[in-house]
């Protein structure tokens, strides 16, 4: 078993910034791909960034230039460095993490963190 813990979430401006951390423990030595998803509140959880332990990303089209995934393969940790944030971006931001290569795809079993609400008021 896998867990993540996020944390760094919170209330901020629209144009401000916001780092997000999560940090995995437990069968980590399976852990390849890490990422970050969103839930606003109505909607369908959505890909933000992810990142391979090779350090290959991707991005949502939504956030490319303002969002920055990177990681510590040493501490199996992921930030996501959120700027220009605006309030669509607005939502409960869940870390992931899983065994694929590959940004693309998902192999076995997704792990998710509990969520950690990201406010952005006008």
């Known amino acids: 078993q896998v867990q993540l813990v996020e944390s760094g979430g919170g209330l901020v401006q629209a144009g401000g910034s916001l780092r997000l951390s999560c940090a995995a423990s437990g069968t980590i030595f399976s852990i390849n791909a890490m990422g970050w998803y969103r839930q606003a509140a109505g909607k369908q959880r959505e890909l933000v960034a992810r990142i391979t332990k090779g350090g290959s990303t991707k991005y949502a089209d939504s956030v490319k230039d303002r969002f920055t995934i990177s990681r510590d393969n040493a501490k199996v940790t992921v930030y996501l460095q959120m700027s220009s944030l605006k309030p669509e971006d607005t939502a409960v931001y869940y870390c992931?993490?899983?065994?694929?290569?590959?940004?693309?795809?998902?192999?076995?079993?997704?792990?998710w963190g509990q969520g950690t609400q990201v406010t952005v008021s006008s």
């Open positions: 992931s993490a899983d065994s694929s290569q590959y940004v693309n795809i998902i192999v076995g079993v997704q792990y």
